[in-house]
């Protein structure tokens, strides 16, 4: 046991095709700063798709992505009419995802990534242990916020070791990686999002992320980096 909880991820240097789901509630203010930080992505052009997922949103969130959309094929508005909740409006967006589709990213509309994070995220796959890669915040400032995220990163870490990740941080992770048959009568999703009943299935800090500490005079988005390790 201790021997194969040293064991290091392995990094590869593919690309698999992937779409990025950007929750947006009405998001206006960021939104269009968030499109073109993804647009600027070091990921080949042709290997990523960008789709807003927005759940009843009553400001210019929408229009503002469609005008994206008609300049860019690769930008999807996905809109719903009634605001159901960010879990209900992603599940059902989750579920239109091609099966050609190797890697999904989940993001807030106000995580701004680095051009080379989503690489950093993704070559965590190339370990056939790993089957979610999520980031790690770091708050700036002193706080008690800040504390008690590197207390629960800790623990996140150790449960990916044993192979029992619970939790993934949400404003940006990314699951898939590898092909899985879906349960019998499961409702749809796809197959990079498919569970494996492996205990070996981990959960990998591919990434970092700075935030301000509550009360602290910033701007309201966040900045997603890749970690040193």
Same mark, same amino acid.
């Given at each position: 046991?201790?021997?194969?909880?040293? /064991?290091?991820?392995?990094?590869?240097?593919? =690309?698999?095709?992937?779409? @990025? !789901?950007?929750?947006?509630? $009405?998001?206006?203010?960021?939104?269009?700063?968030?499109?073109? $930080?993804?647009? &600027?992505? &070091?990921?080949?052009?042709?290997?990523?798709? !960008?789709?807003?997922?927005?759940?009843?949103?009553?400001?210019?969130?929408?229009?503002?992505?469609?005008?994206?959309?008609?300049? =860019?094929?690769?930008? %999807?508005?996905?809109?719903?009419?009634?605001?159901?909740? *960010?879990?209900?409006?992603? @599940?059902?967006?989750?579920?239109?995802?091609?099966?050609?589709? #190797?890697?999904?990213?989940?993001?807030?509309? $106000?995580? @701004?990534?680095?051009?080379?994070?989503?690489?950093?995220?993704?070559?965590?796959?190339?370990?056939?242990?790993?089957?979610?890669?999520?980031?790690?915040?770091?708050?700036?400032?002193?706080?008690?916020?800040?504390?008690?995220?590197?207390?629960? $990163?800790? !623990? *996140?870490?150790?449960?990916?070791?044993? #192979?029992?990740?619970?939790?993934?941080?949400? /404003?940006?992770?990314?699951?898939?990686? %590898? &092909?899985?048959?879906?349960?019998?009568?499961?409702? /749809?999703?796809?197959?990079?999002?498919?569970?494996?009943?492996?205990?070996?299935?981990?959960?990998?800090?591919?990434?970092?992320?700075?935030?301000?500490?509550?009360?602290? &005079? =910033?701007?309201? =988005?966040?900045?997603?980096?890749?970690?040193?390790?």
């Amino acid at each position: 046991m201790a021997s194969w909880l040293g /064991r290091p991820v392995v990094h590869g240097d593919a =690309c698999p095709p992937a779409v @990025m !789901i950007i929750s947006a509630f $009405n998001e206006a203010r960021v939104i269009e700063r968030k499109l073109r $930080n993804a647009l &600027d992505l &070091d990921y080949p052009k042709d290997r990523i798709e !960008i789709w807003v997922s927005s759940d009843g949103s009553t400001d210019d969130t929408n229009a503002i992505v469609r005008r994206f959309a008609r300049a =860019c094929p690769r930008i %999807h508005l996905v809109a719903y009419s009634v605001n159901r909740g *960010k879990t209900a409006a992603l @599940m059902e967006t989750v579920r239109a995802v091609p099966d050609s589709v #190797g890697v999904v990213v989940f993001s807030d509309a $106000n995580s @701004m990534y680095r051009p080379d994070a989503l690489r950093k995220l993704v070559r965590n796959f190339a370990d056939p242990r790993v089957g979610c890669v999520a980031g790690e915040l770091a708050y700036k400032g002193a706080s008690g916020e800040a504390t008690y995220r590197r207390y629960e $990163n800790r !623990i *996140k870490l150790a449960q990916s070791r044993l #192979g029992a990740p619970l939790t993934a941080e949400g /404003r940006r992770d990314v699951a898939g990686g %590898h &092909d899985h048959t879906a349960p019998r009568g499961r409702q /749809r999703i796809p197959r990079c999002l498919r569970a494996r009943s492996r205990v070996d299935r981990r959960l990998s800090l591919g990434c970092s992320v700075t935030v301000a500490a509550p009360g602290t &005079d =910033c701007e309201p =988005c966040r900045e997603i980096a890749p970690s040193r390790s």
